[in-house]
């Protein structure tokens, strides 16, 4: 049974980067997953920030790819989030995620079938 | 302002039968698979639904989905209290290459 769990800090400065961590276990990240980030705003909205698969191929929701930043560490079995330039906007319960891969990849875009617990973060001086 | 539409609130009474709609457009309801998502406070969302219809093994039958055209459905028959909850609709975005969200309907049993 697959398991993840977020790590990072709690708190961030405004314009600096939030940096979160996503331990995988009891599975391989290099198996046929896409292993991915979604936050949810104090306000409950639930918002989809991107993407890694074991290849190494990201994919990024446009209205933050210029801030983004996924990457995944094999040896550690683990993903990360990079998030520039951060507002308080960005503030916001952030959970990383996976999704099966299959042949078309539009079949399980959307179905996040695991969840980590999730890591508050906070954007503030 | 959520790419899917969904109502901010749906309520039932013990037994009753409750839907909750999600509506979309041609570029994301209309043309990909519909998941629902029930989140309990303080806890991670759970998948209810996937592929519009298809129950995840473990989720009571009493949860059913559907889609047509641009809007998707999901039904809750047999209400009880544990049923009390947000319930999210996702499904992917042609024109915005993303994963998209509804709103979130947060459901009461009175």
């Known amino acids: 049974q697959v398991q993840l769990q977020e790590s990072g800090p709690g708190l961030v400065k405004p314009s600096g980067t939030l940096s979160l961590t996503c331990s995988v276990s009891?599975?391989?990240?290099?198996?046929?997953?896409?292993w991915s980030w979604v936050r949810q705003s104090p306000g409950k909205r639930l918002e989809w920030i991107g993407e890694?698969?074991?290849?190494?191929?990201?994919n990024y929701n446009l209205s933050l790819k210029s801030r983004i930043t996924i990457s995944l560490d094999k040896s550690k079995n683990q993903f990360s989030l990079n998030l520039s330039s951060v507002t308080a906007a960005d503030t916001a319960m952030y959970y990383c995620?996976?999704?099966?891969?299959?042949?078309?990849?539009?079949?399980?875009?959307?179905?996040?079938?695991?969840w980590g617990q999730g890591a508050l973060v906070t954007v503030s001086s | 302002q959520s790419v899917l539409t969904q109502p901010p609130s749906a309520s039932g009474t013990p037994g009753q039968r409750v839907t909750v709609s999600c509506s979309g457009s041609?570029?994301?309801?209309?043309?990909?698979?519909v998941y629902w998502y029930q989140q309990f406070p303080g806890t991670a969302p759970k998948v209810l639904i996937y592929?519009?219809?298809q129950r995840p093994s473990g989720v009571p039958d009493r949860f059913s989905g559907s889609r047509s055209g641009t809007s998707a459905s999901l039904a809750i028959s047999g209400l009880r209290s544990e049923d009390e909850a947000e319930y999210y609709c996702?499904?992917?975005?042609?024109?915005?290459?993303?994963?998209?969200f509804g709103g979130g309907t947060k459901l009461t049993v009175l």
């Open positions: 041609s570029s994301n309801i209309g043309s990909n698979y």
């Open positions: 890694v698969y074991h290849s190494g191929t990201t």
């Open positions: 995620a996976s999704r099966p891969s299959v042949v078309n990849y539009y079949d399980t875009a959307g179905h996040f079938d695991i």
């Open positions: 592929r519009n219809s």
């Open positions: 996702a499904t992917w975005d042609d024109s915005l290459s993303a994963v998209v």
């Open positions: 009891g599975g391989s990240i290099r198996s046929s997953t896409w």
